[in-house]
């Protein structure tokens, strides 16, 4: 899954490939903003065991979606000129 988070302040979102279902990522960033962790961070690992950390009360909002795939080589244009 796709998993692509808004930290207040900053221009860019962080984004990374989690091997997570939406549920379980659903219910990691629920318990982080209800205050459930001690820390005050969600804490998210990517596919590649990769750890993020961001203070929830930074979050300004986090979207789940599937990830894209990635295509391979070029891409030709159908019809003639």
Known sequence: ????IGVQHSPR???IDSPKSP???AA???AAMSGSTKDGLLTLVDERG???LVPVDR???VEIAQAD???????TASGSN
């Open 1 to 4: 899954m796709e998993v692509k």
């Open 13 to 15: 979102e962080l984004v």
């Open 23 to 25: 549920d379980e990522i």
């Open 28 to 30: 990691d960033v629920a």
């Open 50 to 52: 990769r750890k993020l």
């Open 59 to 61: 979050i300004a909002y």
């Open 69 to 75: 795939q990635r295509r391979v080589g070029f891409i």
